[in-house]
Every structure is written in structure tokens, then in C-alpha cells.
């Protein structure tokens, strides 16, 4: 039987894919792991026949992870451009008035992004837990496709994997609270197995 192995370093995406993924396939083996090591003790002489690993996981470099204050943040949403900005002017705008009207919703979307990375990036959250796994599966198991299957990434991070070689990225599904988001991963479970035996067959 083929293996898929899972790193990830939460407990909860762990019960997603054991409870509501891997229940939808009797064709592959999950091993489930923590860390990358773990996940060679669990495999001992297999060879899986693809990774699927979580990008963003804790920096234990970052020694006093905190969460951003909430002054803090409103402070800083009052300097983001409001909605006032994006139609000021926009049925009168000379030239490609659509574009116009989409660089100035940008503005407003990436201003929020770079604030969700440095909230992140204080917690210590980041993409170096799965960059890493990535790199040590390339050196221990360099025929064996390795694939991202992420939640909170963000552009930034779909460049960083692909430079580092990543076969493929998939979203998580994501709903308004726990139960939610298990009925939305159960859902999209077939279409996700369904494309992750395309890395493998290949």
C-alpha cells in the first residue's frame, strides 16, 4: 500500500486528515508525524510515496513570541486607505479606470496582509517549519514528491516554496469555527486524494 506522510505541527489538522480525509481512500497508508524526525522513526525502512506537509509552523528561535496588543493594530488600520480613497474621484479617473479602481482596492488588501505577517512574525509563526521539512525530505527521500496542504500562507509563501522546489500547493479548507471547517475538509477530502495520487502516479 502506497504511504502518504503528514507533518504538520498541529494537533487539530492532524484529527482533519486522520478523521476526514484519510477515512475516504482505503488505496493509501497516512503516517502521521510532528517534526520531520519523528516522521523517519514512523516510516524506520519505507519509503512513502509522497509528503504532504504544513508550512507555517513555531519558530523556536523566537524566544518571546507575544501577541500583538489591540491599540496597536487599531492604530494601525485608522493609516490603512479606506473605501473613501478607492471611489474618491473613480467615475472621472482618465484612463483605465477599472485598473485604477483595482490598484486602489489592492492597497487596502495589501495593507492588511503586511499587518497579518507582522502579527505572525511576532507570535513566531512562519514558514521556516515547513521549508525545513521540505529540505530534509529532499536529502533523505529525493525521488519522493513532497506537496504543501496550508491555511494561513500567503503570496510571499507560494514564492518561497516554489523556489524551494515544492511539487505542489493545496489550501485547507477553512470555516467560521472548528465543526465547520471539519465538514469543509470531509468535503473536499475525494478531490484532494483524487490529485495527490496525480504526484504519485507520475
Given at each position: ?8 505541527d498541529?494537533?487539530?489538522e492532524?484529527?482533519l486528515?486522520r478523521n ?8 493509501f497508508e497516512f503516517?502521521y508525524?510532528?517534526t520531520?524526525d ?26 518571546d513570541?507575544?501577541i500583538?496588543?489591540?491599540v ?7 493609516n490603512?486607505?479606506?473605501l473613501d480613497?478607492?471611489y474618491?474621484?473613480?467615475a472621472e479617473?482618465e484612463g ?8 486602489r482596492?489592492f492597497?487596502i ?10 502579527v ?9 517549519y515547513?521549508l525545513?521539512n ?17 491555511r ?5 509563501d507560494?514564492?518561497?516554496?516554489f ?13 467560521s469555527?472548528?465543526t465547520e471547517t471539519?465538514?469543509?475538509?470531509k468535503k ?9 495520487k496525480?504526484f504519485i502516479?507520475?
Amino acid at each position: 500500500m502506497s504511504i502518504i506522510c503528514f507533518i504538520d505541527d498541529s494537533p487539530f489538522e492532524h484529527n482533519l486528515v486522520r478523521n476526514d480525509i484519510a477515512p475516504c481512500t482505503e488505496e493509501f497508508e497516512f503516517v502521521y508525524a510532528y517534526t520531520f524526525d519523528e516522521a523517519k522513526t514512523l516510516l524506520n525502512s519505507r519509503t512513502p510515496s509522497l509528503f504532504l506537509l504544513d508550512l507555517w509552523g513555531q519558530d523556536e528561535s523566537i524566544t518571546d513570541p507575544y501577541i500583538t496588543p489591540r491599540v496597536e493594530l487599531e492604530k494601525k488600520i485608522k493609516n490603512l486607505p479606506s473605501l473613501d480613497y478607492i471611489y474618491k474621484d473613480i467615475a472621472e479617473f482618465e484612463g483605465d479606470s477599472c485598473n485604477e479602481y483595482l490598484r486602489r482596492f489592492f492597497s487596502i488588501v495589501d495593507g492588511w496582509r503586511t499587518m497579518f505577517e507582522d502579527v505572525c512574525a511576532r507570535i513566531g509563526q512562519n514558514r521556516k517549519y515547513g521549508l525545513s521539512n521540505l529540505l530534509q525530505a529532499r536529502i533523505y527521500y529525493p525521488d519522493v514528491p513532497a506537496v504543501f496542504y496550508t491555511r494561513k500562507s500567503l503570496i510571499n509563501d507560494a514564492v518561497a516554496m516554489f523556489r524551494a522546489k515544492s511539487d505542489g500547493l493545496f489550501i485547507k479548507p477553512t470555516g467560521s469555527d472548528d465543526t465547520e471547517t471539519s465538514l469543509l475538509t470531509k468535503k473536499y477530502a475525494p478531490q484532494l486524494i483524487s490529485e495527490l495520487k496525480k504526484f504519485i502516479t507520475t
